[in-house]
């Protein structure tokens, strides 16, 4: 093959060059360079298995031979004087190059289907280098991951593509389960510490060690042993026993923050890679109570500093989501409720003290990126559906009402153009609001009228924005607050409650805010390609059978801007929305106003 013609001669180089005491730096350089190119189209043409259409015998053949090459390129690169070159552009060029060809090669011949329809090439390889089965070529690759984890410490791009590689290989439920079986994988699960694994303490890597940890757990609980967790852990525990025997006058000393920030990464990634009840519950009797306490002397301590605190939320806001209904606790256990204390008390003591800094000039990295986490994790830990919330008030706990004071006071804190401005703060904040406007409705229509005005016309501004889920968001939200004000007011006879004491008085003060929601939704619906229709019917339908004059009125208004020969027709159109539709909010009400407003839609438009 004329790719094995080019590569042969010029490995055969590489390789006498390895046995060498030194070298010339420049003329090597150059050797690696060639080569980081031939191993990436030997990747490319592995990748093209993935495609249908390929002769699958005869194309194994040729990638057994190319794969061999490399293979045999692996091993020269970490021997001799080339391992004494791992500051070199060219080196870390020639190793991602190698980890390219071992993510295609993964894809086409280790998936967990690939390896029983992969016998052509498995035999060609055992010719070529002995390699004869899929365990040896794991045990391989696995080698060379843990020779780049120890021996790069400082090229950022070369780690995160190992890391990459070791989540792929570890994340097929089969591969994971093989690797468990290796020496190699052994050694790692129990020695990830900094002496084996230098990395682990450069500072810039330090966003790899949440992938290196993630797969490290996510292998641990594949075993699904308590022991081999507990023993796994004890690395950890290392540092969290340091962190809390380190007096407070010593906490905001630079060993103190590294830690702080390694073992918060660290506990992000295991906590990623509990995906079921029992995992979950592992990490969470390990972590809690005994060392929840660090995580609030480490904001406490460090708020001022975006480098510790927003590893530390990120971890919580982790820690909180109940994804795979993970978070499910006994009937009989307040873990729910304790660990919704902790959340509180976090956010508190995060959120007084960021709201008393003066402004730097990175406002988004200084206050904006600890808000929206902190926004995230709140909004998490009330649709999470593991608190009773009634039990705060009933016993008198002040956790719930303090973290949606100080959420509220951190939102009100940013003006609202910087909240539609910074994209993963525009998610945080509606996402929030949906979820008080569902569930803590009462809390809040507790606001004064000012500050209710601010929020109600934010999510007129987010029923505006271009983003599909943050508009559909702001209709939940609007949907929950005028159903509310159509059965507690429009169909009560007084207002009872406090609740729709407050809402009746917030809309008597600013009258036109419910009529102009109305408009916006019929504009955006009617004249704008919306892809979430039936989002916007909700409230549409919700708002109408509050005033029907307000409906009325804006039939009025549509038609007055529409061309006069056409107002016959559009005013039909009108008629038949409301045909059939009574003065309810149930679901089947709602489903036949949804059915009517599509084909209104259609009508009003035809020209």
């Known amino acids: 093959m004329f790719i094995i013609n080019i590569m042969e001669p010029i490995l055969q180089i590489y390789m006498e060059k390895a046995q060498l005491q030194t070298g010339d730096n420049s003329e090597l350089s150059v050797v690696e360079a060639k080569l980081a190119w031939i191993v990436h189209i030997i990747a490319a043409i592995l990748k093209t298995k993935q495609s249908v259409g390929c002769s699958a015998e005869s194309q194994e053949v040729i990638d057994a031979e190319l794969s061999a090459r490399v293979l045999r390129l692996v091993n020269a690169a970490d021997s001799g004087l080339h391992s004494q070159r791992y500051g070199e552009l060219s080196k870390q060029r020639l190793d991602r190059a190698i980890l390219t060809f071992f993510q295609n090669f ?3 011949y280790v998936g967990d289907q690939a ?5 052509q090439l498995y035999a060609r390889l055992s010719d070529l280098i002995g390699l004869n089965d899929h365990l040896l070529l794991l045990n391989f690759f696995v080698q060379k991951i843990a020779t780049n984890l120890k021996c790069y410490t400082e090229s950022e791009e070369v780690i995160d593509q190992t890391l990459s590689l070791f989540l792929e290989l570890s994340s097929g439920y089969m591969t994971g389960k093989l690797l468990l079986k290796l020496d190699t994988i052994k050694f790692i699960v129990a020695n990830h510490t900094r002496e084996h694994f230098p990395f682990l303490e450069e500072y810039r890597c330090s966003r790899s060690r949440t992938t290196f940890y993630y797969t490290i757990a996510w292998l641990i609980f594949l075993e699904d042993s308590a022991a081999l ?12 026993i340091t962190l809390e025997s380190t007096p407070e006058t010593m ?49 406490s301590h460090w708020a001022d500093k975006p480098e510790v605190t927003t590893p530390l939320l990120k971890f919580m806001a982790e820690f909180v989501l109940n994804k795979g209904q993970r978070l499910t606790f006994d009937t009989s256990s307040p873990n729910g409720i304790l660990l919704f204390r902790e959340v509180s008390k976090l ?15 990175d406002i988004y990295g200084f206050k904006y ?24 008030e009933l016993y008198g706990d002040r956790a719930l009402a303090d973290a949606l004071d100080i959420a509220l006071k ?16 525009t998610k945080a904040y509606f996402a929030l609001v949906e979820v008080l406007f569902n569930s803590h409705l009462v809390f809040v229509l507790s606001f004064g009228t000012h500050t209710f005005m601010h929020i109600v016309g934010s999510l007129e501004s987010g029923l505006k924005g271009l983003d599909a889920g943050i508009s559909s968001q702001c209709a939940s939200a609007i949907d929950n607050l005028a159903a509310f004000y159509f059965n507690k007011i429009t169909m009560g006879e007084a207002p009872s409650s406090p609740a729709a004491v407050n809402l009746a008085r917030h809309i008597a003060e600013c009258p036109a805010v419910l009529p102009e929601i109305l408009k916006t939704l019929f504009e955006i619906v009617l004249f704008e390609d919306c892809s979430n229709q039936w989002s916007l019917s909700r409230p549409m339908l919700s708002l109408i059978l509050i005033n029907e004059q307000m409906f009325t009125d804006l039939k009025a208004h549509i038609l007055a801007t529409q061309p006069l020969d056409q107002h016959q027709r559009l005013a039909s159109c009108f008629d038949k929305l409301m045909a059939d539709i009574n003065r309810s909010t149930d679901p089947k009400n709602r489903d036949k106003f949804t059915q009517n407003l599509t084909i209104f839609r259609h009508d009003f438009r035809v020209k």
């Open 347 to 361: 956010l508190v003591a995060y959120g007084s003290r960021i709201l008393s800094l003066p402004t730097a000039t």
């Open 251 to 299: 906490f905001r000393s630079d060993s103190v923050k590294y830690a702080l920030i390694g073992l918060m990464r660290d506990l992000r990634g295991i906590t990623m890679a509990t995906n079921s009840r029992r995992t979950y519950g592992l990490l969470f009797d390990w972590i809690y109570p005994a060392h929840m306490p660090i995580l609030l002397r480490g904001i």
């Open 106 to 108: 993964r894809k086409s």
């Open 115 to 119: 390896m029983h329809s992969s016998k």
């Open 369 to 392: 990126k600890g808000i929206w986490i902190c926004l995230t994790i709140l909004s998490r830990a009330l649709a999470g559906n593991y608190v009773n919330f009634g039990v705060f």
């Open 410 to 425: 951190m939102t009100l804190a940013i003006p609202l153009a910087d909240i539609l401005a910074y994209r993963k703060l």
């Open 229 to 240: 967790f507990k023993s796994a852990m004890d690395p950890l525990l290392q540092v969290f």
